[in-house]
């Protein structure tokens, strides 16, 4: 790293030198300076105040330069040491000022960036990440494993203007960048390498410069290749904007625009050169006598004598001098029936009450008392001079002939049934079991409740209209009526007693009826409860092996449903009594379900058998339902023997029974 600053410094300080070779002939080597600004940093020392070894500016920019690009080096080459070595590139793990931990820090951080890489077996081209030419040769070299060489070296590239002995090197008027192979402008203005005179300002340009005078030449001049400014003929370049009618002058600095030829009395030339005529009546004091109006014409003028006019409400005294007022009043009727007062050149009407003076019109008109007051509680009248209220149906007029009262239409009995006043108007209402006429709102007509749309009925088997009424009824066998008078409830035949099961079976109640079931363990079983067999010890039993098989517990179970039940509906729900994390439960149906009628879902903790036809006539299944609980890798069997009883569809909400 030391050696690619080095190169760097000692390109750009032989540039200066080469632009300011012969200013300076007894001063030392720019080699020299800054050799001895490298062992200044090698020894320490403060770059910016190093102590100066000739009386030349330049020599000690290469000084300073040189010294500071050789500290740089060195704490880039300690970050990278340490990011091979240590792998890390904290700030606090580097020691110095803080800029100098930064730079050890930042080429630390790009050497990683390059290691990274290389573990990824990427390429190490990293131009895509736009790091920055120190940052980028530092992470390509530790990508690439090279432990010696970090600093470039330009014979590792094309030079891009000249190349000798391995060397890159610049034009006249450019220097060698950092990277040892490009090339970039002098500043020739900044560096003190141009011989522009005072006055003069220099401009630097790519590989050169050139001296700009100061200050401008001003309107008029232009400023010559020599320096010198010299006046523009605006007339013989065609720059000036003298019109047609002008002939063009040159001038020092500008130009004169002369007319070709004059104007006549009466007129006068303008900036085109056009000859306008001149308004004789407003250029000076009127040229007319007093009494007389001037009127221009072209070149010239007249004088009119004036005329006396009189205005409205005014008319001419018989000299023909004077104007005076019209007494309006005595003329005529100008109110029309209303008091009038003349004014000096105008009268006024003294209206009636109602009326109100129209200075447009100069009459008398209507006011409407209607229009933005509330005289009148609902309708108001204009009238000429005054107004008139009036009242909607079903009110009439107060006495004070403003307010209106409420008519009470009942007390004519316009109702077939009954009727309530209300402000304004009336309501007709019927009684119980009676609906008022759509047509006139009056008449009362029976209400046939049975033939409400369906899901209004109000019986929930048969319904037979009264007037004003209806009766509800019930299926003659396992149903009553409810005491709602509108429901029928199902009859318990079993909790009444009222069935013909022998003492060995069970009654099992069910919509509109009952069922005689038998219940009994099978062989390997004992009940233990009423509709539940466990299985018994398969140590006492003479096949062992064969009692494992079957279940530990069969449990009986009895379902009623209606026809016609909408599906899918859940019908059974089938789980262990308590479930531990891990559990895996397996249901099926082994008998009973040949048609597909049920269908069995799986749950986290058990499963469900639900209805997936619509089943429009009774029928009775019955299912025989396999449960396998998996816990702890050990099957445990059991078993739900379940009889499905669907029963004829009765018009009750549907129920489901299981016992």
Not at 142 to 165: H, I, Y
Request: with cysteine; proline share 4%.
């Amino acid at each position: 790293m030391a050696e690619m600053t080095q190169w760097t410094i000692l390109t750009v300080v032989l540039s200066l030198f080469s632009t300011l070779h012969g200013q300076e002939p007894q001063a030392p080597t720019l080699q020299t300076c800054c050799q001895n600004g490298r062992d200044a940093a090698l020894r320490g020392q403060d770059c910016t105040i190093l102590p100066p070894i000739a009386h030349s500016h330049t020599c000690s920019i290469a000084q300073e330069q040189c010294c500071t690009a050789e500290k740089i080096a060195k704490l880039c080459d300690h970050g990278v040491e340490f990011a091979r070595n240590q792998g890390v590139c904290e700030r606090p793990f580097f020691k110095g000022k803080g800029w100098e931990t930064q730079i050890s820090k930042t080429c630390c951080d790009c050497c990683m960036l390059g290691l990274s890489a290389l573990d990824r077996n990427k390429n190490c081209d990293l131009q895509e990440l736009f790091l920055g030419d120190r940052c980028e040769h530092t992470a390509k070299t530790c990508c690439s494993q090279n432990t010696t060489e970090v600093r470039p070296k330009p014979e590792d590239s094309v030079c891009a203007q000249l190349s000798k002995n391995g060397t890159c090197g610049c034009h006249d008027g450019y220097q060698l960048k950092s990277d040892g192979v490009n090339c970039q402008d002098i500043n020739e203005c900044l560096t003190g390498g141009h011989d522009c005179v005072s006055g003069q300002t220099c401009i630097n340009t790519q590989g050169s410069f050139r001296c700009q005078r100061q200050s401008s030449c001003g309107t008029g001049y232009e400023l010559r290749d020599n320096n010198k400014c010299e006046d523009i003929d605006e007339c013989t370049l065609g720059t000036h904007d003298c019109g047609p009618q002008f002939t063009c002058t040159n001038t020092a600095g500008s130009f004169r625009c002369h007319p070709k030829e004059t104007c006549s009395t009466g007129f006068i030339q303008d900036a085109a050169g056009s000859c306008m005529d001149i308004n004789e009546c407003v250029a000076n004091d009127s040229p007319c006598h007093a009494g007389h109006t001037c009127i221009n014409t072209r070149g010239s003028y007249i004088c009119r004598r004036n005329i006396v006019y009189c205005g409205r409400g005014y008319h001419l005294r018989e000299n023909g001098t004077h104007c005076e007022d019209i007494d309006e009043c005595r003329t005529g009727s100008v109110c029309v029936g209303h008091g009038c007062t003349n004014l000096l050149g105008s009268y006024r009407c003294e209206c009636r009450a109602g009326f109100t003076f129209n200075s447009i019109s100069r009459m008398c008109q209507d006011v409407n008392e209607c229009r933005g007051h509330r005289l009148c509680a609902h309708r108001c009248e204009n009238t000429e001079g005054s107004y008139r209220c009036s009242c909607s149906v079903g009110f009439k007029l107060s006495s004070d002939g403003r307010s209106c009262e409420d008519v009470n239409e009942c007390e004519q009995n316009p109702c077939n049934q009954e009727c309530v006043n209300v402000y304004g108007s009336y309501q007709c209402y019927c009684r119980r079991g009676y609906q008022l006429s759509d047509i006139d709102g009056v008449t009362c007509k029976d209400i046939d409740e049975c033939a409400l749309p369906a899901g209004g009925h109000v019986c929930s088997y048969s319904c037979s209209n009264t007037p004003g009424s209806f009766v509800c009824t019930c299926p003659p066998i396992g149903y009553i009526l409810s005491p709602n008078g509108r429901t029928c409830q199902d009859v318990d035949e079993c909790a009444a007693e009222n069935h013909n099961c022998s003492g060995s079976e069970s009654c099992f109640n069910v919509q509109g009826g009952f069922r005689c079931l038998s219940f009994q363990c099978p062989e390997n079983f004992q009940q233990v409860t009423q509709g539940r067999c466990d299985r018994v010890t398969c140590e006492f039993t003479q096949d062992p092996a064969s009692c494992l098989s079957l279940p530990l517990r069969i449990s009986f179970y009895n379902i009623s449903f209606p026809s016609n039940t909408p599906v899918p509906t859940d019908i059974f729900r089938m789980g262990p009594s308590n479930s531990i994390p891990g559990d895996e439960m397996l249901l099926n149906i082994t008998s009973g379900n040949e048609e597909g009628v049920f269908v069995v879902h799986r749950q986290l903790h058990g499963g469900v058998i639900s209805l997936q036809h619509v089943l429009s006539e009774p029928r009775d299944y019955f299912l025989t339902v396999e449960m396998r609980l998996i816990r702890y890798r050990t099957v445990h069997l059991y078993m739900a023997k379940i009889a499905v009883f669907v029963t004829q569809e009765q018009p009750v909400r549907p129920s489901f029974f299981v016992r």
